[in-house]
Structures are given as C-alpha cells and as structure tokens.
C-alpha cells in the first residue's frame, strides 16, 4: 500500500504509520525544507529509510503517484484554494483510494467554519 502523508512538517505521523504498518511504503510531503531534511535523519536512525521518502513539496505541485491512502492532519486550513487542490488530491487516488482530512480545531457543522480562520 501507498501512502502520502501531506504537510507531514516534522514527520512524526509519517515515522509512526511507517512502523506500524510494515508492508506498506510511506511519502511525506511538506513545502518546509528543513522539516524533510529532519525527517530523513529521523527515518535512517530509525532504520525505516526504505519504507518513507521526505520530499520537499509545495501546495501548488501536483502529486503524480497512485496513492491507496492520503492523509492531511492539521494542514488543509494552510492551503489557499483547498476545493481545487482537494480535486488534485482526489486524482492522485487510486480508484478505492481514501483521504483522510484531520482538522482537530474545526467544528462539527460546516456554518460554524465560515468566519475568518475557517
């Protein structure tokens, strides 16, 4: 299984799905240079480097793979265009691919988003 794991910033979810899921192959993306670079070390001294690949990536760069699974956790309020890109990242899913959107500060009816951080 393929994974990508957007705004992965200092990889913790990345290192953790890739440890605990073995048989799987995991991509973090994040545009923050000095993120990747850090999680690469992580990944190395953790031994899983041939499991997760940090890439650098920006908001505007398409994702070309078919991915089973992507997850963006606490980053989708970061993206400027998010109905748009969420159509990239719907292209970028295998045909029974998910996306996993995590958005721990966002409320529960979509009304109570609409203001000026939502």
């Known amino acids: 299984m393929n994974v990508a794991d957007i705004g992965c910033w200092y990889d913790i979810s990345t290192i953790l799905m890739a440890k605990n899921h073995p048989k799987s192959k995991f991509f973090g993306y994040d545009s923050h240079e000095k993120s990747i670079e850090n999680s690469n ?57 998910t996306c996993m959107i995590v958005e721990p500060m966002a409320h529960d009816k979509i009304k109570e988003n609409l203001n000026s951080v939502g």
């Open 41 to 97: 070390k992580i990944a190395k001294n953790e031994g899983i480097e041939n499991k997760v690949n940090f890439k650098i990536f920006s908001a505007n760069a398409t994702i070309s793979e078919d991915y089973n699974v992507i997850a963006l956790f606490d980053c989708l309020h970061y993206i400027g265009v998010p109905v748009r890109y969420m159509k990239q990242i719907k292209k970028s899913l295998k045909q029974d691919g």
